[in-house]
């Protein structure tokens, strides 16, 4: 043994020396403990290891850049939607409105599905690197559009580039750092989520109106390449993370497989979107279109998520079954909300939209409660509790929208929904990885961010096709509004049962 080393570490081993002199044969892996400790990074706990955190040097270069590229995401989805409006009439697509949207959530479920059969292949690095080069040439081509068809050919290959990149940040996390720092990871990211959403739509209305929509597209490319410049910097520290790690449970048949259905899926949730996003709820060829793609979903998705989730087995299947619950009423619901505040309660856009983003500070708040340590062990109740208060948020929407309360009280509702999200998503990436074997954080993560996605589209389309149904003209929808979010409400809490069925 190496003396002067032994003399550097003597303090943090002091502790064991009495123990260590019964006798060298009794502790055959001290030194393997040793190295365990000081290897970088870190993929499991020993009692010796001081506690680190988030931004720990070992870690702080690649927090930041996840921090980065997931803030870069958000912001191009709020700020977008901001934007959109200004883009639609200099491309004169204002019919096709909704297409803008779609397109990315279509292309970035295909994303999502080939990045856990690329990072359960050959680890995450090159689903992160392709991921960042496809959103960055995506948003460039957007902000380059003189028509719209070269614009949503922009907003899909950005949708790709997006889902690569989260499902490879997922596998990042589970792999480069510690399970007892994987909570506050999932805080940070969630909280990611959330400056974005209070800062992202008025930037874009400043920058809209200062120069021009097309600089809201330009504005994120820079990020992405200093992201990417980082993530190459500690490229050997997210490689070194697969050694050590078995390969995947699934071959290559299964790989291909997954692949394949990824492909089925994307195309089910498009004709799905597309034969819907003009609220037109009669039998037409896009209505047949879009019953198509609800078949394709209904075949699709259970071979793509973990056996028995739609029957909410116990542990990972009912990960999955809540995430897709929470995205499905939550989402469902807040992208009506400010068409209901603008139509029927007289209010402007610039107020609808503040009252969704102060919805977004319960999310953060709920990020950071379940970051603490005082809930391993315990996770599982949290997403109870983020299920039962969405649900109690999504009734006091209902009841502010039926009575006629001020509009204002929708935004202490929408706090309600936001804490429990915070509290139920991150909750459920953290329970993600802890139930899955390192080989399969890629599938598992794929999965995971599937069915998110998968909740949005359908909670969304869902939503759109009672408007449709029930729909007469503005001022008149109140009733409309409440059956939408009632039957939502319903959906968001069986994430409290869900949450429940976790526990193994």
Wanted: aromatic share 8%; hydrophobic share 50%.
């Amino acid at each position: 043994m190496d003396h002067r080393r032994r003399g550097r570490d003597a303090p943090a081993l002091r502790p064991r020396r009495r123990r260590d002199r019964v006798g060298p044969h009794r502790h055959p892996c001290r030194g393997a403990r040793r190295a365990r400790r000081t290897v970088e990074p870190v993929t499991t706990t020993t009692s010796g290891e001081p506690r680190v955190g988030v931004f720990h040097p070992r870690f702080l270069l690649l927090s930041i850049s996840l921090l980065a590229l997931i803030t870069v995401i958000a912001f191009e989805g709020m700020a977008v939607s901001t934007a959109m409006p200004a883009a639609a009439r200099e491309l004169d697509a204002v019919r096709s409105y909704g297409l803008a949207f779609s397109v990315m959530l279509t292309t970035q479920l295909l994303g999502i599905v080939l990045a856990g059969v690329w990072c359960d292949r050959s680890g995450p690095l090159p689903s992160l690197f392709a991921g960042q080069l496809l959103f960055a040439a995506g948003c460039t081509v957007c902000g380059g559009s003189q028509s719209f068809g070269p614009f949503l050919a922009g907003r899909g290959v950005a949708g790709l580039g997006a889902g690569l990149i989260i499902v490879a940040g997922y596998v990042v996390i589970g792999r480069a750092y510690p399970e007892s720092l994987r909570p506050k990871v999932f805080s940070v990211i969630s909280a990611a989520w959330v400056l974005p959403s209070l800062l992202g739509p008025p930037i874009a209305a400043w920058v809209t109106t200062t120069w021009s929509w097309r600089w809201v597209f330009w504005l994120v490319v820079l990020p992405v390449v200093v992201a990417f410049a980082m993530v190459l910097a500690r490229r050997r520290q997210i490689a070194s993370a697969r050694e050590g790690i078995d390969h995947s449970s699934r071959d290559r048949r299964e790989h291909a497989r997954a692949a394949w259905f990824g492909v089925l899926i994307a195309a089910s949730a498009g004709a799905l979107q597309w034969g819907t996003h003009d609220l037109e709820f009669t039998w037409s060829a896009k209505t047949v279109v879009a019953v198509i793609g609800v078949l394709g979903i209904a075949t699709t998705a259970p071979m793509l998520l973990p056996h028995g989730t739609w029957l909410m087995r116990r542990g990972l299947p009912s990960v999955m079954l809540a995430r897709f619950l929470l995205t499905c009423s939550f989402f469902g619901t807040i992208t009506y909300i400010p068409l209901m505040l603008v139509n029927e309660r007289g209010q402007s856009l610039a107020t609808a939209g503040t009252i969704l983003a102060v919805g977004s500070l319960g999310w953060s708040a709920g990020s950071w409660i379940q970051g603490r340590d005082r809930w391993a062990g315990r996770r599982y109740q949290l997403v109870s509790a983020g299920g039962l208060l969405l649900t109690t948020g999504l009734l006091g929407v209902v009841a502010v929208t039926h009575f006629g309360w001020h509009p204002w009280l929708i935004a202490v509702a929408l706090v309600a929904c936001g804490l429990g999200m915070g509290l139920g998503t991150a909750s459920l990436s953290v329970l993600s990885l802890m139930l899955t074997p390192a080989a399969d954080h890629g599938s598992t993560s794929s999965s995971l961010q599937l069915a998110d996605v998968l909740g949005s589209v359908l909670g969304i389309a869902a939503a759109g096709a009672v408007f449709a149904a029930r729909h007469t003209t503005a001022g008149q929808d109140i009733p409309v509004f409440v059956t939408m979010w009632l039957g939502l409400s319903v959906v968001a809490s069986l994430v409290a049962v869900a949450g429940q069925r976790i526990r193994t």
